[in-house]
């Protein structure tokens, strides 16, 4: 089982719809979830955090955590063509230093 | 203000060679760490730097070390480069270090082709 699961995709919607993006981990006691947004050639670019079950909203950005089903998500509203990237979730590992753990990233389309 | 600088930011290297690759944090931010990232994967943790002492590694040969310098940059060196080493080398800066929850921040990263 690896340790940060994510569907590869691609994952397509139309511009305007909403797009989820989920993510499953395998250790129980992560604390620390982070989306990063990675455009085609460039670095990952951090967009979300979060700690606490349930909500967290900025932007047109909400992610969502459930650390009874080691379960967290991103929802993007109003998806736009410019929102087309690759997510990545990643999770702090229970360690003692600053180590994050990646999934291997979905990628999302936004047609026009 | 600045964002987290790496350099170079594209490199070829032969196999067998060394290579040394450099990053700086943004300003007021005490701790690096270095992901490798190879073409349709997430990014791999290789170490952790905090106030100028490795606080943590990953699962990397002995082939890769890095130090922390009292400004708070840092080197990530590879020795005896393999055609495997061919990857994009991320920096990312933390305020902090230790187990707290921190977020961090990836700079532009160092994109490394072994012939």
């Known amino acids: 089982q690896k340790e940060v699961e994510q569907n590869s995709g691609p994952l397509s919607v139309p511009e305007g719809a909403i797009a989820s993006l989920n993510c499953t981990y395998s250790?129980?006691?992560?604390?620390?979830f982070f989306w990063y947004r990675q455009y085609s050639g460039k670095s990952p670019e951090l967009i979300m955090s979060i700690y606490s079950n349930g909500d967290k909203e900025d932007g047109r950005f909400t992610a969502q955590l459930n650390k009874a089903s080691q379960y967290v998500s991103l929802l993007i509203r109003d998806s736009q063509p410019s929102d087309s990237a690759t997510y990545l979730c990643a999770v702090k590992a229970a360690t003692g230093f600053q180590k994050l753990v990646f999934g291997t990233g979905t990628r999302l389309l936004v047609s026009p | 203000d600045a964002g987290v600088t790496q350099s170079p930011t594209h490199l070829i290297k032969t196999r067998g060679q060394q290579v040394t690759l450099r990053c700086s944090p943004i300003?007021?931010?005490?701790?690096v760490s270095w992901y490798q990232q190879v073409l349709g994967q997430g990014p791999q943790f290789i170490f952790q730097?905090?106030?100028?002492?490795?606080?943590g590694r990953g699962n990397f040969p002995d082939r890769f070390s890095a130090r922390q310098f009292p400004n708070y940059s840092s080197e990530l060196n590879v020795n005896a480069l393999l055609l495997g080493d061919s990857a994009l080398y991320l920096c990312?800066?933390?305020?902090?270090?230790?187990?707290?929850?921190?977020?961090?921040?990836f700079g532009p990263g160092t994109r490394l082709t072994v012939t």
């Open positions: 250790d129980r006691v992560s604390q620390s």
């Open positions: 990312a800066s933390s305020p902090r270090g230790g187990s707290g929850s921190y977020e961090q921040y």
């Open positions: 300003s007021g931010h005490k701790s």
């Open positions: 730097y905090y106030e100028k002492e490795e606080r």
